[in-house]
């Protein structure tokens, strides 16, 4: 694969390495690890569904 064709890291836009594809470096891993655990990237859906045993819908 050519330096024109080599895929880029979504965080920074460098080239992405093969150790931590898709990022570039473990650091742009971990900063897109901590934009889903902080609710900065969604998945976009219907409303989830509340946990089981909240209360609602429990069978005794």
Partial sequence: MS???AARCPIC???SDPRTDPFC???CRQ???SRWLNE???IPG???LPP???GE???D
């Fill in 3 to 5: 330096k024109a064709n």
């Fill in 13 to 15: 836009g460098q080239p």
């Fill in 25 to 27: 470096s473990a650091r």
């Fill in 31 to 33: 900063v897109d690890l």
């Fill in 40 to 42: 900065v990237y969604v």
């Fill in 46 to 48: 219907d409303e989830s």
């Fill in 52 to 54: 089981a045993g909240s």
């Fill in 57 to 59: 819908n429990d069978e």
